[in-house]
């Protein structure tokens, strides 16, 4: 590689004042960010992150320096501290985003699911839930799943049932990230380093390995690292959104987050409806009538009243 030749790839690491790239012939050049970057992003407090397509030069050391940061087509962030309007930027460009989703051992609650697609609908970031360790359900286990599947369908969402044991829908996960960049998501133990590594096994990652190295309650710093998978692409891994916990909204926009609500947001008596008691609501008749599911809705105002966390579990039917 030339000197002054402008180079394209795509940042894995980035961590202080160094940013991992990868070319587009797979090779890893250390690059530093042109500075003045530092004065033109004072609303971030970090201008480049994982995700991020860069163009660099490279110079006589072998280091790059990036020159031009391209256009994201989505991104995540957090603010900087509790009181503070900078934000920090997690991950950029990412193509889809896997809720691994179980039933037992452990159990994901409806409210972590809807909290999750909500999040992920802010961010503008698709969305596949995935349906793990179906090899230790019996018939009346699978059933609720499979009612779950058909209810998140209906909304628009991707799901995929799936086992590493029996290698169920393996291949269909593989195509799902094949060439694109994925974020995994989900409680400790659903099966997330498994799955990936079901998928690729050259990187061959320990059980519980995906954002072990990033300390439980030690939110000082916050850095995201991608692993390139055999098929193309890659999967970003970030403590942050672990309970995709990132970001605030008002009241007015998570309405827009429930896909099956929007399509009521402009049918109601008054614009600024809520949807929660106000007369002649579209989406309250909508949810009477079955054409929103109870749980979704119920979600929605726990979220409403900051109350999502407590949301009250499904239980087996």
Known sequence: MGKSKLQNGIVIKSTGSWH?????????????????????????????????????IIEEDSSGIIMEILPRKNYIDRKATRLSKINHLI?????????????????????????????AEGFRIPVC??????????EKERAVVQELSELYSSIGYDTLCCSVMTGENISQLKEKMSNSISLFSGHS????????????????LKVGEISQYHQKG????TFAQ????????????????????????????????FPEIRQYNNQCRFSNCLHVHEPDCTVIKAVEEGKIALTRYQNYLAILEDDDLKIADWELR
């Not at 003045?36 to 163009?55: A, M, S, W, Y």
């Not at 030690?218 to 710093?221: A, L, N, P, W």
Request: include cysteine; proline fraction near 3%.
């Open 91 to 119: 991950a950029a460009n990412i193509d889809i985003a896997f809720l691994v989703i179980t039933l037992k051992s452990p159990r994901t609650s409806l409210g972590f699911i809807d909290r999750f697609l909500v999040a």
């Open 189 to 204: 133990g659903v099966g997330k380093s498994a799955l990936i590594n079901a998928v690729d096994p050259t990187l061959d």
């Open 20 to 56: 991992e790239v990868l070319t587009d012939d797979r090779q890893k050049v250390n690059c530093r960010l042109r500075g003045q970057f530092r004065k033109e992003k004072v609303l971030n407090t970090n201008p480049i992150v994982v995700g991020d397509r860069v163009h660099f």
């Open 218 to 221: 030690k939110h000082t710093t």
């Open 129 to 138: 839930l995935l349906f793990n360790k179906m090899d230790l359900y019996n």
């Open 226 to 257: 991608m692993f390139q998978l055999q098929c193309g692409g890659g999967i970003i891994d970030t403590p942050g959104i672990k309970e995709f916990g990132l970001i605030q909204y008002s009241k007015d926009e998570i309405r827009d987050y």
